[in-house]
T-cell receptor, first 114, second 114 residues
């Protein structure tokens, strides 16, 4: 069975400092993993995805994530936070049944302090 | 063009009204999705269309009726809704149904049922 746990419901960082959003997953198979960002009253935008290629995945806007099978983790990082990064972030795992069902984490709200 | 468009952006309807939400994509994607998102929650899957055929219906009440007129368009017909149906309705599309295909989301329709 697939499931996703986002360990922090809210993360607050100062502008210019590193960002770490944590995600652990549970999957019976080799998963596909995604991070999406949602700004207030907007749709979801794909930041990056992992699909069994390189374990360090680079995404848009300077974000990256590392797939660690031994730790069942897929944490999202960024070296330096920008005010525009303030948003809700969802870690997502995709079910390997040909149905492309997405299992969403509960989300982490990132606040960036000027 | 990696855009999914949705109209209208906002919709207010009474419980006896009939209205429709529209979604369009021109990326040649063959899978399209409807999600419902309540405030401060992750999106919940409602329907999936694959090659214009309904593939998944996640036990959604019959007052929601999806329609896929062609490979680029997806509609959601609404009738006799309840106030608890007020939410952000998101449309998404993907190249296919394999789990490795990322889903592209539209900006959503904010629905209020009075």
């Amino acid at each position: 069975a697939q499931s996703v746990t986002q360990l922090d419901s809210h993360v607050s960082v100062s502008e210019g400092t590193p960002v770490l959003l944590r995600c652990n997953y549970s999957s019976s198979y080799s998963p596909s993993l995604f991070w999406y960002v949602q700004h207030p009253n907007k749709g979801l935008q794909l930041l990056l995805k992992y699909t069994s290629a390189a374990t360090l995945v680079k995404g848009i806007n300077g974000f990256e994530a590392e797939f660690k099978k031994s730790e069942t983790s897929f944490h999202l990082t960024k070296p330096s936070a920008h005010m525009s990064d303030a948003a809700e972030y969802f870690c997502v795992v995709s079910e390997q049944t040909g149905a492309n069902n997405l299992f969403f984490g509960t989300g982490t709200r990132l606040t960036v302090i000027p | 063009d990696t855009e999914v468009t949705q109209t209208p952006k906002h919709l207010v309807m009474g419980m006896t009204n009939k209205k429709s939400l529209k979604c369009e994509q021109h990326m040649g994607h063959r899978a399209m999705y409807w999600y419902k998102q309540k405030a401060k929650k992750p999106p919940e899957l409602m329907f999936v269309y694959s090659y214009e055929k309904l593939s998944i219906n996640e036990s959604v009440p019959s007052r929601f009726s999806p329609e896929c007129p062609n490979s680029s368009l997806l509609n959601l017909h609404l009738h006799a809704l309840q106030p608890e149906d007020s939410a952000l309705y998101l449309c998404a599309s993907s190249q296919g149904m394999a789990e490795s295909y990322e889903q592209y989301f539209g900006p959503g329709t904010r629905l209020t049922v009075t």
